[in-house]
């Protein structure tokens, strides 16, 4: 049993695993958010933990309980925090898997008191982009062996190759959005792509995919540093 879980293929290996969503604050009582559970991100650091792999867990917002084996977990709330969290986690490890749904935007600036209506007017709200953490990572060096996600509804292979490369990354793995996957369901798919390859995980719990990707990693990672 321990063999098909691949018990062992990440040992004496630091992972940090970011998950869920973050939350961008409007005012003190709107934000913000996306769709994502956690559920994928927390599935894959339960998988690195019973791989061997001491993991850091980096949790945005969600009502999760924090996987068995898991050494530590750091909740956070905006991408700014995450940010925070993974670049401090990142320095000391060995892979980084950016499963979180970061929030791309962030507002400008945030109202001190709750924003009243204005008889009808729309209301504008400016943003700015938020830092990308995993490119952030891309150019440290040295840095840790970087996996990203990719969710898409449409042109999956190719938007997720194109984040590949234009991010520098190890690997990347891509799920399609909707129809009982990804988001807030509880099945994934996953098509995994790295620098010259790829593989594809069909349908699966997102416990038995974060298992299967979790020995696609550690094979890719074997391969990189072998
Ligand atoms: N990511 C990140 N920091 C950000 C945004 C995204 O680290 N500010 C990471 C995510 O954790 C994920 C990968 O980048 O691992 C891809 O995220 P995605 O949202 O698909 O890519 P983006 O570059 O934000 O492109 P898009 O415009 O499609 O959202
Ligand atoms: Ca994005």
Known sequence: LAASFGAGTLAGLRV???????YEDIDPVRFIGNRSSGRMGFAVAEAAALAGAEVTLVAGPVSLPTPPGVARRIDVRSAAQMREAVLAGAAQADIYVGAAA???YRPLEVAPHKLKKQDGAPLALQLT??????????????RPFLVGFAAE???LAAYAQDKLARKGLDMIAANRVGAGLGFEAED???AVYWPGGGEELPRAP???LATRLVACIAERYRATYA
């Open 16 to 22: 940090v695993v970011s998950a869920g969503p973050t």
């Open 102 to 104: 970061v929030g791309d």
């Open 129 to 142: 982009e938020n830092p990308d953490i995993l490119k952030e990572l891309a150019a440290r060096s040295p």
């Open 153 to 155: 509804t449409r042109e």
């Open 188 to 190: 994934n798919a996953l």
């Open 206 to 208: 997102k416990r038995d």
